[in-house]
């Protein structure tokens, strides 16, 4: 099993939609989470940050992580065609020098 | 803009050569981590380095070594180079070596092996 997946996509939303991403993970021990997002030629760009437990929210977006079913969401509301990148989830633990673990991400394609 | 520079933009070489990308962290930012990004691998963590100081190490090849200059700048060398080394390196920079420091990256270097 792989530390963390995440679905590939790709995923395919009109405009104006709700769009949900998933990751799942194995490790017990990851204590934060991020999103990012990743433009065709860029670089991986940080969206969201969270620690532990809960929801964070930031505007369009919605980070969730729920720790008991090694499970975060990323939700995006009122989806536009500018959305349209790969989104990619990753996670570090706290002890020691531990690097990000990333998800492959998903491929989204926000259709106007 | 994240505030992470990275050189050249793309890289274009053949099997057996040596190249260097190089990479500029944020103002103010201390670590410096390494990754590549293949089509079937995803973001592959290589090497971390703070303050001029190799801190933890990923799946790096022995081909490939990284180091931080006292200005913080950071190259990676890659070596005897292979087909399959053909993908996007990343540079990301945090302010400190603690987990609990976000990572933005720049928008790396393509790497193209013929």
């Known amino acids: ?112 | 803009d994240s505030g992470v520079t990275q050189t050249p933009k793309h890289l274009i070489t053949a099997t057996g050569q040596r190249v260097t990308l190089r990479c500029s962290p944020r103002s103010g930012d201390l670590s410096v981590y390494w990754y590549q990004q293949s089509l079937d691998q995803g973001l592959q963590f290589l090497i971390q380095y703070y303050n001029g100081e190799e801190r933890a190490k990923g799946n790096i090849l022995e081909r490939f070594s990284a180091q931080q200059f006292p200005d913080l700048h950071s190259e990676l060398n890659l070596s005897s180079l292979e087909l399959g080394d053909s993908a996007l390196y990343f540079c990301a920079s945090s302010a400190t070596v603690l987990a609990d420091q976000p990572q933005h990256f720049g928008d790396g270097t393509r790497l193209s092996i013929l």
Do not use: H
Not at chain 1, 32 to 37: G, I, K, L, Q
Not at chain 1, 88 to 94: D, G, I, R, T, V
């Open chain 1, 1 to 112: 099993q792989k530390e963390v997946e995440q679905d590939p996509g790709p995923l395919s939303v009109p405009e104006g939609a709700i769009v949900s991403l998933n990751c799942t993970y194995s490790n017990s021990a990851f204590q934060y989470f991020m999103w990012y997002r990743q433009y065709s030629r860029k670089g991986p760009e940080l969206l969201m940050y969270t620690y532990s437990s809960g929801n964070k929210e930031d505007g369009r977006f919605t980070a969730q992580v729920d720790k008991s079913s090694k499970y975060i969401s990323l939700f995006i509301r009122d989806s536009q065609p500018s959305d349209s990148a790969t989104y990619l989830c990753a996670m570090s633990s706290p002890s020691g020098n531990t690097p990000l673990v990333f998800g492959k991400g998903t491929r989204l394609s926000v259709i106007a």
